[in-house]
């Protein structure tokens, strides 16, 4: 099957070889031989097949993890973990374009977006955090009462479970491994059981950088049994999250048990806003952007459209002929001819076109797509999708995940600023307009984690990325990532004579 396209020899070899374990600087089969298929989406073939770790597999992951907190790991300076930081970075790029066709090959995403987006993005994640390791300092408090010197201190949380989802495999990952490293945590990272490809081959370039064995584990498995494990494991002291808010809501649970840490990043149903005196050329680009980028299968995208009345032809008509164009343009993401690939395997095919089907059975008016795009090939294609829809609908509701748009007339800032908040999600949101005063007052009344003015999916390692409400708790990236990651100490020094 891989015949058909045009991959580096290092890729080939990796998408095809068995893949095993990674627990402390070991790569070992699961402890009862279970194995996952890894399935191209764009053919619905298999690709090869991943150990599946039990929960003995977590429990000798986890282990390893407590045991390299104390040791070589946990005596580095600051300066010396920067260093292995970037030395990660720099085999990133080094094999940039054989992880881009490999996260390409596994997602289905077109291979321009993964190499400029996630394994760039990776890279580039990397060395802001190598900045931050000496960087992250206490403070000397200012006491009122009594000489003391009292200060406070930044210490690691200690064995990270990380957990995350498909889409975004290894810069998912990354947003977790860079700041959990840099402020001298260890980690168990269980990738997604769909695509674990990249994440395997990054657990290679780790332990290549130098990172001492059990610093960084990574057992890819299925979540009911090895993120199970991981979630209820009495040493890891912290879960960071990535996924849907069903698994949150488990991993909630599991992690109240111990007072575990927690940080979740979940879904989204972002409204993309569109006044009339925005430049319209630009909207109808940061429109198909915010919905069809990575088969609308990020959580940001910006799935609610809301165009103002007097516009809403010319932007709709903008947006379905890009969307037609888009479909002639869809393949496997490996193509450099691709412009937007599969979904990711045939289960959530069918999901996203239950919605589709909701859709029409609830009353949206189907502009373009609405089906399947056999033209594209045999695997998971959904045709780039656009309804006009109601507020109230399903679709206009429930996050999709795929590339389906409902587009929504408003008439007011009032209006929309109501409409758009009206969701349980608050991850992001997108404005355009020309009116730089009208965009911030309503970007501050927009419940949201994340809002892009005349822009969308904009991202960067120095920008926090998290959810209000539902969407879900704590931040990623930035300075804010290294709070979740640390727990504060303060230090109480007497300073006063003892009278004896
Ligand atoms: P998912 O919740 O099904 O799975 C996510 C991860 O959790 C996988 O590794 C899975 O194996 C694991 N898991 C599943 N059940 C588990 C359990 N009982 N215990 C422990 N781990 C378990 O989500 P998904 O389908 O992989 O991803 C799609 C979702 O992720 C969407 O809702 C999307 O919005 C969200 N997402 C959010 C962000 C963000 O930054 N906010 C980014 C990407 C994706």
């Excluded at 995940?401 to 608050?426: I, K, Q, S, W």
Aim: aromatic fraction near 8%; charged fraction near 25%.
């Amino acid at each position: 099957m891989l015949d058909s396209y045009d991959l580096l020899p290092a890729v080939r070899e990796f998408a095809q070889r068995e893949h095993l374990l990674l627990i402390d600087g070991e790569w070992v089969p699961a402890s009862d031989g279970g194995q996952i298929d890894v399935i191209d989406p764009a053919s619905g073939g298999v690709l090869t097949k991943v150990a599946a770790a039990t929960a003995d597999d977590v429990d000798r992951a986890v282990e390893a993890a407590a045991r390299a907190r104390h040791g070589k790991w946990g005596k580095l300076s600051a300066s010396r973990r920067a260093k292995l930081l970037w030395a990660i970075a720099d085999l990133i790029d080094q094999h940039a374009d054989e992880l881009a066709q490999l996260e390409s090959l596994d997602t289905g995403k077109p291979i321009l977006e993964a190499r400029w987006g996630d394994i760039a993005g990776a890279a580039a994640e990397f060395r802001y955090f190598a900045g931050w390791c000496t960087k992250w300092t206490g403070e000397v408090l200012p006491i009122s009462s009594g000489e003391f010197l009292t200060y406070t201190r930044r210490e690691p949380v200690g064995v990270v479970g990380a957990i995350t989802a498909w889409n975004f495999p290894m810069l998912l990952a990354v947003w977790k491994i860079a700041p959990a490293l840099a402020t001298g945590n260890t980690i168990v990272l269980k990738p997604s059981e769909v695509t674990p490809l990249t994440c395997l081959r990054l657990g290679e370039l780790i332990q290549d950088a130098g990172v001492p064995d059990g610093v960084v584990n990574i057992v890819p498995g299925y979540g009911h049994i090895a993120g199970a494990a991981i979630a209820n494991h009495p040493k890891v002291n912290k879960i960071s999250f990535t996924g849907s808010k069903r698994t949150g809501r488990q991993l909630m649970i599991a992690a109240a048990e111990d007072f575990k840490r927690i940080t979740l990043e979940l879904g989204g149903k972002s409204p993309n806003i569109v006044f009339a005196d925005a430049d319209i050329q630009a909207a109808v680009r940061g429109a198909m952007a915010g919905i069809f980028f990575n088969q609308g299968e990020v959580c940001a995208a910006g799935s609610r459209l809301f165009v103002e009345r007097s516009r809403f032809d010319e932007l709709v008509d903008g947006i379905v002929g890009g969307a037609e164009k888009l479909k002639a343009r869809q393949g496997a993401g490996v193509d450099p001819a691709t412009k937007i690939g599969p979904l990711v395997s045939k289960e959530h095919m069918d999901r996203v076109l239950g919605y589709i089907e909701k859709g029409r059975s609830e009353g949206a008016e189907l502009l373009t797509g609405g089906g399947v795009n056999a033209d594209a090939g045999s695997g998971f294609f959904v045709e780039p999708t656009v309804f006009v829809g109601k507020d109230e609908l399903t679709i206009a509701r429930e996050e999709i995940f795929g590339p389906v748009l409902t587009v929504l007339p408003f008439d007011d800032l009032d209006e929309v600023a109501e409409r758009a908040n009206r969701t349980t999600y608050g991850l992001a949101a997108g404005i355009w307009t020309s009116d730089l005063r009208r965009a911030l007052k309503l970007a501050h009344r927009l419940e949201a984690g994340t809002v892009w003015i005349n822009s969308y999916n904009m991202f960067d390692a120095s920008s926090p990325w998290g959810g209000f409400k539902q969407s879900g708790i704590g931040r990623e990236k930035g300075r804010y990532a290294l709070e979740a990651y640390t727990e504060v100490k303060s230090v109480w020094v007497n300073l006063e004579e003892s009278d004896a």
